[in-house]
C-alpha cells in the first residue's frame, strides 16, 4: 500500500455520514498550494475517513482548518463535458495532524473546542 501526506486548509465543515451497521464515514475536502508568486496554484484532495474516529473528529475538522492528513491516494479520472480529461486525488486518511487554528485569527482551533481526552487516538 502507498500512502500520501498532505497539509492544507479545509475547504468547508466536514460532513459525517452513517453507514451500513455502526459504521461511518467522515468527508472533507482540503487545498495546498504549489509554486509561488504568479505561478501558485491550487490543489484540492478529497477526504473520507472511517469508523469510530469520524464522530469525534467531524466536530474538529472545520473550514479553515490547517491539518495535515496521512493515508492511501487514489487519483480517479473522468473526461468533463467537453470530453477533456480530469482528474482528481482523493485519500482514504488513516492519520490526522493539527497544525494551529482556523484562517481566521479571531476563530478557536479545533484543539481547543475538544477536549483531548475525546479523541480516541
Not at 82 to 102: A, D, N
Request: glycine content about 10%; hydrophobic content about 35%; charged content about 25%.
Amino acid at each position: 500500500m502507498a500512502t500520501m501526506s498532505v497539509t492544507g486548509h479545509v475547504g468547508r465543515d466536514s460532513e459525517l455520514k452513517n453507514l451500513a451497521g455502526d459504521n461511518q464515514v467522515l468527508s472533507w475536502s482540503m487545498a495546498y498550494d504549489t509554486g509561488y508568486g504568479e505561478k501558485k496554484k491550487s490543489h484540492w484532495v478529497k477526504c473520507s475517513l472511517f469508523g469510530k474516529r469520524a464522530a469525534t473528529l467531524s466536530r474538529m475538522i472545520l473550514k479553515g482548518s490547517l491539518v495535515e492528513v496521512v493515508g492511501e491516494p487514489v487519483v480517479g479520472v473522468w473526461k468533463d463535458r467537453s470530453g477533456e480529461p480530469r482528474g482528481q486525488i482523493e485519500m482514504t486518511v488513516m492519520e490526522v495532524k493539527f497544525h494551529g487554528g482556523r484562517a481566521k485569527s479571531d476563530a478557536p482551533s479545533p484543539r481547543q473546542e475538544t477536549d483531548d481526552s475525546e479523541v480516541p487516538f
